[in-house]
């Protein structure tokens, strides 16, 4: 798992890292902090991986995991929704990579 702000390109090479080639891999792309990462990271891995792509979405109340009474939710509404959204940069998204199964000779 990696949230890195950026620096993905850095440290996701499966060329230079061979281990990462049978990894399962849930990251953070931040294209806002590097151009094209999102491409750059889906072309390394295209020969050992399938990428499912998490978009990001605005989260709700109802996202909170904790329930409170009505009063609480009406009163701490933003507090809440700054907790569970982290502040994240809507250009942000996920990547959940499974590596591909290869055939044994």
Request: with cysteine.
């Amino acid at each position: 798992m990696m949230d890195v702000e950026g620096a993905e390109a850095s440290l996701l090479d499966p060329v230079v890292i061979p281990e990462l080639q049978p990894a399962y891999l849930l990251i953070e792309v931040h294209d806002f902090a590097f151009a094209g990462l999102s491409n750059l990271i889906r072309t390394r891995f295209a020969s050992t991986h399938r990428i499912k792509e998490v978009q990001l979405r605005p989260r709700t109340i109802a996202d909170y995991p904790i329930r409170m009474p009505l009063l609480l939710r009406t009163l701490f509404r933003r507090a809440c929704l700054d907790v569970i959204s982290e502040n994240r940069n809507p250009n942000s998204r996920w990547f959940y990579m499974l590596p591909q199964v290869r055939p044994t000779s």
